[in-house]
């Protein structure tokens, strides 16, 4: 009396791939990449820091132009703010360093025994 539904079941089946099909084409690249992408994020966040180095030693050479050192030298409120510049830009520059030597240079083998 029982009959098997192997039609209703296939046809559920069938209805469903579409569904998986796409689930499985959208996880799949991220699951490469996401794999893939760890040294390579390294490698742009030095370039971004790099380039920020050099745009930070442009404006320290800027500000050190002559004709900029006569324009702040006549007020004193100019002479405030660069002093806090330049020590800005140092700072930044400084931390910028920082970043690259202790953050981004972590030994691999410590990553993976845990001890970082």
């Not at 490698?43 to 050479?61: G, M, P, T, Y």
């Not at 004193?76 to 703010?81: P, V």
């Not at 800005?88 to 410590?110: G, H, P, R, Y």
């Given at each position: ?94 931390a910028n360093e920082t970043i690259k030597t ?15």
């Amino acid at each position: 009396m029982h009959k098997t539904h192997s039609k209703s079941e296939t046809t559920n089946f069938l209805k469903r791939l579409p569904l998986l099909l796409v689930l499985i084409s959208a996880t799949t690249p991220l699951w490469l990449t996401a794999c893939a992408s760890i040294n390579s994020k390294d490698d742009s966040v030095h370039a971004i820091l790099q380039k920020e180095n050099e745009l930070i030693e442009r404006l320290q050479a800027q500000r050190a132009q002559p004709e900029i050192a006569r324009a702040v030298s006549e007020n004193e409120g100019l002479k405030k703010a660069e002093a806090h510049l330049a020590l800005s830009l140092a700072e930044l520059k400084e931390a910028n360093e920082t970043i690259k030597t202790k953050i981004l240079k972590t030994n691999k083998e410590e990553v993976l025994n845990g001890k970082n």
